[in-house]
């Protein structure tokens, strides 16, 4: 774990603070954590796909993609389907092309399709948790950390893909960090869980940053640089709402 660990600590500007940390493993707030957790890995595979279909292939392929999505926003935003049956939608119904004069687009399709398979499969296991602990899916509001990244995001190509894939290295890293961190904190399946997810977010993050570097063809470490001071903000400055990817807890007293 540690090995895996290693880069992701290196490559973010700051650990998880303690008051999170504390938050995050008290009983009354796990709902929001696995409902968010939940969340965040349908919205992982719904921005892997939003850059597969607006960079990489045709509109039919684009077409073969969002129906693989279909059923699981269906039962997230709609609450209908059975969650059960979801992993047998979890596959695609025909192959995805890339577009032919895309220079990056069958590495980015490869890459993405593996990583949107594995969002969903992690979509569904934290179902299968929260079914275990009785907890009812029901609809929460989007933390402050993603549209915070997204705020800096430029606005003319390639820059804008190069953006993108910058920060969701950052978001997949975040994530592997905070799994690692929990996993001993909390009870044995939920601790099994999270090391499960390790590795796959792990390689998550690495997809994103060789697909910018290879993408931009030049030197971003500032660009990296920038983007892991922006999320360093997100994660170390008070937050009054508490999600999986929120700052410092704002813990308001009662007695106050
Ligand atoms: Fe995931
Ligand atoms: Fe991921």
Redesign the pocket.
Known sequence: MEQLLAPIKQFLHCETPDEWLIEAIKTENLPTILIDHLVC?LK?GQSAMYLIRKYAVDKESGQVLLEWLKPFETYAYKKEGDWRELPKFNRLTKSVVPKANSKYGQDLVDKMVL?IK??LH?FYQVLEIMDECNIEYVNITSSRYASGMISHVTTHEPNTLIDKLIIGAYI?AR?CERFAKLAPLVNKRLGDFYVSLLR??AR?YQDYLALAEQIAGKDISERIRFFGEREAELILTSDDDFKFHSGVPIVFNDEC
Do not use: K
């Open positions: 890995e992982a990583l594995e969002e992690h997949e994530s796959s977010e998550h």
